[in-house]
């Protein structure tokens, strides 16, 4: 069965070209014009993964997305945003965003950032088959690096005695990293594992995450975990 995709975009122009370029690669798409339709539509039939506008009128797609999140809802969240600064893409990915795409956008890059965001949930994207998931290895499901603590199941992560409230992509992260202790993981390697594609070196996706996951994980008078090899990548170790 073809994967659903409910797209949220107030610019009819974005809205019918991207539900068409959708469409053809394969999905189901259900297309709404503002964060109302959206809430409606997504309560009405659970899509597998939304896109949504971030700047709509009423209710914008950042509401969009904390009123599913409060809800316990999952669904992987695609956010279109034509703001650029960092700032404004960590309150996306505070409000409990899996990632972004900034406008102007290829619509190549969307169907790899939705690929990727499918394949996370267990599915291939156009065509619903299963992914392999490769077995844990740990018996109770539990990894631990550099004081940090992960239970890949439960999908918790705790600093010490402190638990981490990560998002789906920063978790996923954090656990590259937690796996690969004092291993430094270049750029691409980290953007294949976590995203199923490299971006290129003018991305700064994978910064704002490191980030964004630094922010959570640091404590005054506690050494920084997540360290930065110029060039290269990033490694995780306890200095």
């Known amino acids: 069965m073809p994967q659903n995709v409910l797209l949220a975009e107030d610019d009819r122009a974005i809205r019918h070209a991207l539900e068409r370029a959708l469409a053809l690669e394969g999905y189901e798409v259900t297309a709404v014009a503002d964060g109302v339709e959206a809430l409606a539509q997504a309560h009405r039939t659970p899509p597998d993964v939304l896109v949504l506008d971030v700047m709509m009128p009423g209710i914008d797609g950042l509401q969009v997305c904390r009123v599913l999140r409060a809800e ?12 650029v600064e960092t700032a404004d893409r960590i309150a996306g990915l505070d409000a409990g965003a899996d990632d972004y795409v900034v406008k102007p956008f290829d619509v190549e ?17 156009a065509n619903g088959t299963p992914v392999d998931v490769p077995p844990l290895k740990e018996p109770d499901g539990q990894i631990v690096a550099a004081g940090l603590r992960m239970d890949i199941q439960a999908r918790r992560a705790w600093r010490e005695q402190r638990e981490l409230e990560l998002t789906r992509t920063e978790f996923e992260l954090l656990e590259l990293l937690v796996r690969n202790a004092g291993i430094v993981l270049d750029h691409a390697t980290i953007y294949d594992r976590i995203w199923g594609y490299d971006f290129g070196p003018g991305s700064k996706n994978l910064a704002v995450y490191v980030g964004y996951l630094r922010r959570k994980l640091d404590e005054p008078g506690a050494p920084a975990l997540i360290h930065t090899v110029r060039g290269v990548g990033y490694v995780l170790r306890e200095d």
């Open 109 to 125: 890059e969307v169907f790899a950032r939705l690929r990727a965001l499918l394949r996370r949930t267990g599915t291939d994207a």
């Open 72 to 83: 316990g809802n999952r669904t992987p969240i695609l956010m279109l945003t034509a703001l």
